[in-house]
């Protein structure tokens, strides 16, 4: 169970990274690298929108990739057969004529023990 939660985690921290990714880029393909114009700059505007796409692109793998995992790793219980397979089996025939229990009354019980 560790290492589901474990991988839950990370998938969720993933989720949160792409969010956060995703927010800061700009439709219009300014976003982040818009707010860094000075002629100094060590990347360039076009670096900046590439490398935001390749962490977008890279968080959506790992999602993926995280999800495929925990889903491996679920626990399962003691019991290894299928809910829907043992409901099959205790399933009632639909074709069967319904036998409706019809208790003897004590009187009746009575007076055929008597008459015996």
């Known amino acids: 169970m560790g290492i589901y939660i ?23 393909g300014g976003g982040l690298a818009a707010n860094f114009t000075s002629a100094g700059q060590s990347m360039g505007v076009r670096k900046t929108a590439d490398f935001l796409e390749k962490s977008t692109w890279t968080l959506g793998a790992a999602i993926v990739i995280l999800c495929l995992v925990a889903t491996a790793t679920i ?6 057969e299928s809910v829907i397979k043992s409901s099959i089996e205790r399933a ?24 015996k």
């Open 6 to 28: 474990f991988v839950s985690i990370l998938a969720l921290i993933a989720c949160v990274l792409v969010i956060m990714v995703v927010l800061v880029q700009n439709s219009k």
């Open 75 to 80: 626990p399962r219980g003691q019991s290894k």
């Open 92 to 115: 009632q025939d639909p074709t069967a004529i319904p036998t409706l229990p019809t208790p003897v009354p004590q009187e009746a019980q009575k007076t055929d023990s008597e008459n």
